[in-house]
């Protein structure tokens, strides 16, 4: 239909949805079990929000199901591009996905614990980085008792690897 039958109310409205936790289009979504049932669950979330929309007014609801769908389209291609690592098929002594790993700031002598885990699952606040993030990347391969360096901006930061640990 040309656009002169058509009023300016009439168009349907996109959606702004908020992208996903960044990952690179070349890089594999590795995912930890936890991480991907993390995802289904998610998933199962966003089904039953649209399954019990209570929303009365016809365009309000057209609304609320297009963002929904299109959370949901952008979480279906992450679930569909998942690829589960298990920790038990990882090297036990050195750093690869999926493992706890123990570092201490060599300047102060700092304790901190991180799990490397998928891009969606990544939660500092619970002590997981993504296997994307630069430390994460400055730890993989490594052993314990290594040294890694962390190139800041201004500055580098040595840490020592103390533990690694599967969980």
Request: proline fraction near 4%; aromatic fraction near 6%.
């Amino acid at each position: 239909m040309s656009r002169g039958f058509v009023k300016d109310g009439d168009q349907e409205e996109v959606p702004m949805v908020p992208k996903r936790a960044y990952l690179p289009d070349d890089v594999p979504n590795f995912v930890t079990r936890a991480g991907f049932e993390q995802l289904m669950a998610e998933k199962e979330a966003l089904i039953a929000e649209k399954e019990t929309l209570g929303i009365a007014h016809e365009n309000e609801k057209r609304l609320a199901l297009n963002f929904i769908n299109a959370k949901l389209q952008l979480l279906n291609s992450r679930i569909t591009d998942a690829r589960i690592i298990d920790p038990k098929d990882q090297p036990q002594d050195e750093v690869t996905f999926g493992a706890r790993v123990t570092i201490k700031a060599v300047v102060t002598g700092k304790l901190q614990t991180f799990q490397i885990v998928g891009a969606d699952e990544a939660d500092i606040s619970k002590g997981k980085i993504s296997f994307i993030s630069p430390l994460a990347r400055a730890l993989l391969n490594k052993k314990t008792g290594q040294r890694v360096t962390l190139k800041r901006e201004k500055e580098e930061i040595l840490y020592d690897i103390v533990e690694i640990s599967y969980i």
